[in-house]
Structures are given as structure tokens and as C-alpha cells.
């Protein structure tokens, strides 16, 4: 029901999802444990992430002295682009301050900067941010937004769920450092999927079991153990960190089994006990419907679930493909035509349709050709597999 409420939340564009302080650190701090220096001398800019709701900031500048950052840059959308705007009410960190204008306040986004002691009280932290108006509503894609992003090293943040194709590709055109949240299957996008198989980008540490929990003054229409009143959270299922700043689980060599013995000895019953592993009748690769079931002896190539990536070692693995509609990565065996798709679907559900075969890899399974969920197609690094 959480995919059923993000994909609401995409349509209604409700992008008010704000992170805990506690994934925030748990994240970065797998970053810091690989490259203790990863954000010395760096200028941060946090695109998506006012203050007075967003934990990014307060993380960050908290943390200004201990990561030997150079700056930090905040910016926030204008109270009118956001859901709630009716009931949005300035904090008196905005109203006691001489610069606080009640026409702007609506209408225009905000900046903050952070570059030093600011008080006097020998400490950086929250207390020393600097604030003003921009002068235009805070989007990430205007021009004020964007010069703030060329003269940034890094970019960090939770960026609006319904922009996420448009945020990454801002991101992205500039070859700059980035660790931002998305939704596991942003993974199949067209404008992402190429940028994990040339390793240009990949999955960050994580969260625990792909479970996320967000703060958002939006409450109206969750599932029941969705949205819980007592704590004010959103519980979101695969979500994920997308980054190009490397950690250590990345490097990780995945534990594996030979084939013959997770034919053996498999605790997925759809691998134990069956004489070999399905193979597809439209790519020629076999179907492995769970990671933990890769055999570490095959050399040819495998179709695995997009959750593998989140245990993907670019040392172990190459990612060849994905079965997809398009044949992009020219690794079809088999295109099927509208009569066999129909004929399919008939035989499956005894009725007329069609079964879009060419949408996914297909295995034969007691006569019927049948769909797997999406897969990405790897292949052992040379001298990997044993």
C-alpha cells in the first residue's frame, strides 16, 4: 500500500516528504567511514531543504566544523508552491528578523548560508545561518537556483518525488557529487538505468530493509499502517539513496553459492529441488528470482531483481542489460508478435487480451509463457565466477 501512496503522491504532486535526522546521519556517515575527508573544504548546496522543516540543514550545519566544510547553501521553495500553503504560518525565526517580509514570504523562496561563527560563541552550528529572500519562488530549475548549483561541489537531499527524472538530470549535467533519495524503481527509468550500468551513478548505503519513514504535514489519504498519527511519519517500502560518492558496502563481495548446491540446498523453493534454472525464451539468460540465489560458478548471464543493486559489487558483477520493451541494450533472442501475445494470454486466462511478452523476460512454465517481474541482466566480472 506505501508504492500505492507514493504513486498518489506523484499524481497530486504532495512532494512534502521530509527526512529524519537519524537516516540522515546513519547515510552519511557510511560515506565518512569510507573517505573520512569526503566533504573537506566542499561547498554543499541542499537544493530542496528549508530549515524550519528539513533535517539536511540542520545536519549539516551542526556538523560544519567536524566534515571541514567551506559553505553551506539552503534554499526553499516560496509557502505558495507548496500543499499546505493555507496553513503555513512563518516561524518566529523568520518574523523576528528586521529582513522578514510578509508579501515575500508567500511568494518567494528562501536561502541560507552557513560559512563560519556567525554568534561569537567559538562554535558552528544552526544558530549561525544567515537567511534571505530570493528573489524568485526557490525552484531548483531557475536560473538562481541553478547558478547556486555550479558553484557547488556537492548536492544533497530529498528532491521532490514527482521531479525526480527532472532533478537527477540537473544533477547529472553538471558531473557534480550528489547523494539524493528516490524510489527503488527509478532504477528502470530510461533517463536512469544507463547511468548504474555505466557505473556513473549507484546505490547509496541505504535504508534498513528499504524502509522509509517521512515527516510530512500532508496526513490526508494513507492506508491504515501507513501514515501513523502518533509519531507523524509516512512509511514509504523501497526507497533508496542514489549517489556517485563511493562507500564501502559497494565494494562488498556478494556471498554465493554454486549452482549445484543452491539446487540443492536453497532456502527459496522456487529454486530448490528443480533439476537446473529457467531459462528465458526471449534472451538467453537464465531467470534468478532472488540475489542471494546468483550462482557464483555460471559465467553466462543472469536475470536478477532490481533489488540486487542494492548488493552490487562493480568489482564482482557487470551489468549487461535489462529486459525491457526497446531491445536498447540489443539483447533480445525473441521479439513476439500481437497473435503470439494474444494467443498467450488466452492460454493463461482462458479469455481474450494480450500479453505484452516483449515487456519483460518470459520462461515457459507448464505450457504457459509467463512474464517475470523486471530484471536486470548481469554477468560475472571475468575471473569472477568459481
Not at 518566529?92 to 508567500?106: I, N, Y
Request: hydrophobic share 35%; with cysteine; charged share 25%.
Amino acid at each position: 500500500m506505501a508504492n500505492v501512496n507514493l504513486s498518489a503522491a506523484k499524481r497530486a504532486k504532495y512532494d512534502e516528504f521530509y527526512t529524519q535526522y537519524r537516516d540522515i546521519e546513519k547515510e552519511i556517515s557510511a560515506y565518512l567511514d569510507y573517505d573520512p575527508h569526503v566533504f573537506r573544504g566542499k561547498t554543499i548546496l541542499l537544493p530542496c531543504d528549508d530549515p524550519e522543516w528539513s533535517n539536511f540543514t540542520r545536519y549539516f550545519a551542526q556538523n560544519f566544523e567536524r566534515f571541514g566544510l567551506k559553505k553551506l547553501i539552503s534554499t526553499s521553495y516560496a509557502a505558495d508552491s507548496k500543499t499546505y500553503s493555507d496553513a503555513y504560518q512563518p516561524t518566529l525565526f523568520e518574523t523576528a528578523d528586521p529582513k522578514f517580509d510578509r508579501g515575500k514570504t508567500t511568494l518567494n523562496g528562501k536561502i541560507f548560508t552557513l560559512t563560519g561563527d556567525r554568534t561569537g560563541d567559538r562554535e558552528i552550528n544552526i544558530d549561525d545561518l544567515e537567511w534571505d529572500y530570493l528573489d524568485g519562488d526557490g525552484d531548483f530549475r531557475s536560473a538562481e537556483v541553478t547558478r547556486l548549483r555550479d558553484e557547488s561541489d556537492m548536492i544533497i537531499t530529498n528532491p521532490p518525488f514527482s521531479l525526480f527524472r527532472e532533478f537527477l538530470a540537473w544533477i547529472v549535467e553538471t558531473d557534480k557529487q550528489f547523494v539524493i533519495i528516490g524510489n527503488l524503481n527509478a532504477i528502470t527509468y530510461k533517463e536512469v538505468f544507463p547511468l548504474i550500468k555505466d557505473d556513473i551513478i549507484w546505490l547509496g548505503n541505504g535504508f534498513q530493509a528499504g524502509n522509509a519513514y517521512f515527516f510530512t504535514p500532508n496526513t490526508d489519504n494513507y492506508a491504515e499502517g501507513v501514515f501513523n498519527p502518533e509519531t507523524g511519519l509516512v512509511k514509504f517500502r523501497n526507497v533508496c539513496w542514489f549517489t556517485n560518492l563511493d562507500h564501502g558496502r559497494r565494494h562488498q563481495p556478494l556471498p554465493l553459492m554454486t549452482m549445484e548446491d543452491n539446487l540443492k540446498f536453497s532456502k527459496h523453493k522456487q529454486i530448490r529441488g528443480k533439476a537446473s534454472y529457467d531459462r528465458y525464451d526471449n534472451y538467453d539468460a537464465i531467470e534468478v528470482p532472488f540475489t542471494d540465489a546468483i550462482p557464483s560458478d555460471y559465467d553466462g548471464v543472469m536475470g536478477v531483481p532490481i533489488s540486487f543493486l542494492d548488493k552490487y559489487n562493480p568489482e564482482q558483477f557487470e551489468i549487461m542489460g535489462m529486459c525491457e520493451n526497446l531491445d536498447l541494450y540489443n539483447m533480445k533472442t525473441k521479439v513476439y508478435t500481437t497473435e503470439q501475445c494474444k494467443q498467450a494470454y488466452f492460454a493463461k486466462f482462458g479469455k481474450p487480451g494480450t500479453y505484452d511478452l516483449n515487456a519483460s523476460g518470459v520462461i515457459e512454465k507448464n505450457g504457459l509463457l509467463e512474464k517475470v517481474y523486471q530484471r536486470i541482466l548481469i554477468q560475472h566480472r571475468r575471473g569472477s565466477a568459481k
